[in-house]
């Protein structure tokens, strides 16, 4: 493994733990709670996670299509879904493509790393290494928002 993925790989492992660690508890009825009209449940949120995993997979090299890909195909918001994935299904979905991004991350070259990154995303640097490190930073955003709502439907806040 390139050298510069090393703290990278940590990143995803403990992103792993900690979105697991979310919906730890939850069921269904609270994952897909909103507390106000202008926020997202729990569900949209993960299932939205899993998606842009997936699609970071596909980016490094492995057409793999994402468990809620046909479901959040077109949905350009919570208002526009009109059900929701459970929670197991989530974490499958999570833990499966954790499972293929270790596999993708582990047979990156420097070479691939020093590619430009297909897709244009908010970041600064537009190479593959560049915008896996977006994406991941974009994982922990929304895991945070993912803690904020286990706490907000009463559950027993996320554990490190």
Same mark, same amino acid.
């Not at 059900?83 to 989530?90: K, S």
């Given at each position: 493994?390139?050298?510069?993925?090393?703290?990278?790989?940590?990143? $995803? &492992?403990?992103?792993?733990? #900690?979105? *697991?660690?979310?919906? =730890?508890? /939850?069921?269904?009825?609270? +994952?897909?709670?909103?507390?106000?009209?202008?926020?997202?449940?729990?569900?949209?949120?993960?299932?939205?996670? $899993? &998606?842009?995993?997936?699609? #970071?997979? *596909?980016?490094?090299? =492995?057409? /793999?299509?994402?468990?809620? +890909?046909?479901?959040?195909?077109?949905?350009?918001?919570?208002?526009?879904?009109?059900?929701?994935?459970?929670?197991?299904?989530?974490?499958?979905?999570?833990?499966?493509?954790?499972?293929?991004?270790?596999?993708?991350?582990?047979?990156?070259?420097?070479?691939?790393?020093?590619?430009?990154?297909?897709?244009?995303?908010?970041?600064?640097?537009?190479?593959?290494?560049?915008?896996?490190?977006?994406?991941?930073?974009?994982?922990?955003?929304?895991?945070?928002?993912?803690?904020?709502?286990?706490?907000?439907?009463?559950?027993?806040?996320?554990?490190?």
């Amino acid at each position: 493994m390139d050298p510069r993925l090393e703290p990278l790989f940590a990143t $995803v &492992e403990l992103n792993d733990h #900690l979105f *697991s660690n979310c919906f =730890d508890g /939850v069921d269904a009825a609270s +994952a897909q709670r909103r507390f106000s009209p202008h926020t997202n449940n729990m569900s949209f949120v993960g299932a939205h996670l $899993v &998606e842009v995993r997936f699609f #970071l997979i *596909s980016r490094l090299g =492995d057409p /793999v299509k994402g468990p809620f +890909a046909e479901l959040l195909d077109g949905i350009r918001g919570i208002d526009e879904l009109r059900r929701f994935p459970a929670p197991e299904r989530i974490l499958e979905g999570w833990k499966r493509g954790g499972e293929l991004l270790r596999q993708r991350l582990d047979g990156l070259d420097a070479a691939d790393l020093d590619d430009p990154f297909p897709d244009r995303l908010p970041s600064g640097d537009r190479t593959v290494l560049g915008c896996i490190n977006f994406l991941l930073h974009h994982e922990a955003y929304h895991i945070g928002q993912l803690a904020m709502l286990r706490k907000a439907a009463g559950f027993a806040a996320m554990a490190y």
